[in-house]
């Protein structure tokens, strides 16, 4: 199935990922993003518990594609914290007692928020039904308008007027100006096949939203790693230069198309037991040649284990203790989500990446050897994280016994 990558702003922030074109924005936000407090109910646009604001408007995005949201605002309850509107709906939904269990409150702050914002003097058979959309599950609708309407009331005896449309600036459905956005990642692939002569720097913008960059993501996992390779360090700076080349190096990596100005489009096969799953994503590199330094920053999702992944790679190459050796240092920050997310809470993980950038250096070393006239480079193997963690246990269990015998 096709993937669909998309660049958008959560809660003052900004998110890509790839998607599958059926995926909608209430599990992109939950799965990808961690952001559970858009519930989901009853997934066919009636119950509004997975309510939340595309471009400040309320939304359902049960109904909503994550596709569709190309380039929009999205605020979840989450993003609510510091609103005005919605630290008053809270206070007022505690002191009404308008809730019980709490599942449906997400949807019904975002459309109170609404209600309060755009309509003036509203009668409370005019709140009812402009809170009809949002059902509880507790029936306590009593509390709900209450609240909702004392709110209201007081923030217009503040003088504080309705906002007109409260946000709507079209017809449509909430977030249907994007349709134009979302045809510009295939405008501008047809301008570069034109031959477009835009800068790299003047799209730079876009494509750092498009791998995941982002100047507050922080990683939940990092680590530091060196390795020394048996070259000099002029071939190895270059070599990490060749983009297809360093992927084919990498166990389970390779690009699905050729890199343009620095982003590059690939996908990375991984085994860990029982499941496999196929990373398709983006990356954007940039090269120092001063420092001879780079840096890797991208994201990709698995459409099986719905597992998603962002992370980024900062490397140096540096001459090693001989001429005909160099040292590359590696920086890996990554955070995984889904299914898969348990491998990287795993204390293995570090005993994984030794083993990973090790079958790495074996791959690079290799292709950096003089080689047979016409023999094909060696292909990296699939990543398989299992049988590296059955080995990696099998290796502590052997220095186990070893040391408990040698007490013995």
Aim: glycine fraction near 10%; proline fraction near 5%; include cysteine.
């Amino acid at each position: 199935m096709s993937m669909t990558h998309i660049a958008l702003t959560v809660n003052g922030s900004p998110v890509a990922g790839t998607v599958e074109p059926r995926t909608n924005l209430a599990d992109f936000l939950r799965e990808t993003h961690n952001l559970t407090g858009t519930h989901i109910g009853c997934e066919h646009g009636v119950c509004g518990a997975c309510t939340l604001l595309i471009d400040g408007v309320p939304a359902r995005s049960c109904i909503t594609y994550a596709a569709a949201c190309e380039g929009a605002a999205i605020t979840t309850v989450e993003g609510l914290d510091n609103d005005e509107v919605a630290t008053e709906l809270r206070a007022a939904f505690s002191r009404e007692h308008a809730l019980q269990c709490g599942y449906c409150t997400p949807g019904m702050l975002a459309s109170a928020r609404d209600v309060v914002l755009r309509m003036d003097n509203p009668s409370e058979y005019e709140v009812r039904v402009a809170m009809s959309g949002n059902l509880c599950r507790c029936t306590g609708y009593v509390g709900i308008i209450r609240a909702t309407m004392s709110v209201l009331q007081a923030r217009r005896a503040r003088g504080i007027a309705p906002l007109s449309g409260a946000g709507r600036e079209g017809l449509g459905p909430v977030g249907s100006g994007h349709a134009s956005a979302m045809a510009a990642p295939a405008a501008a692939v047809a301008a570069r096949a034109a031959g477009d002569a835009t800068p790299a720097v003047a799209r730079s913008g876009s494509r750092a939203a498009a791998s995941g960059a982002d100047s507050d993501w922080k990683p939940h996992t990092t680590f530091d790693q060196s390795f020394t390779v048996r070259h000099p360090v002029d071939t190895v700076w270059e070599f990490f230069g060749r983009l297809s080349e360093i992927a084919a190096c990498l166990p389970g990596a390779s690009l699905t198309g050729e890199p343009v100005d620095g982003h590059v489009e690939g996908k990375i096969r991984v085994k860990v037991g029982p499941i496999a799953a196929e990373f398709n994503g983006v990356a954007d590199v940039t090269r120092d040649e001063a420092t001879r330094s780079g840096t890797i920053i991208g994201s990709g999702k698995d459409a099986r284990s719905n597992s998603a992944t962002r992370g980024a790679i900062k490397y140096a190459v540096k001459p090693g203790a001989t001429p005909d050796e160099t040292r590359v240092d590696v920086q890996v920050g990554f955070t995984l989500t889904g299914v898969l997310a348990q491998f990287s809470r795993s204390g293995l993980v570090q005993d994984v990446a030794n083993r990973l950038i090790g079958a790495f250096v074996q791959n690079l070393e290799a292709r950096l050897s003089p080689q047979a006239e016409g023999a094909a480079p060696p292909a990296a193997a699939e990543f398989d994280a299992g049988s590296l963690m059955t080995s990696m246990i099998r290796d502590r269990l052997k220095a186990l016994f070893a040391k408990l015998f040698r007490r013995g």
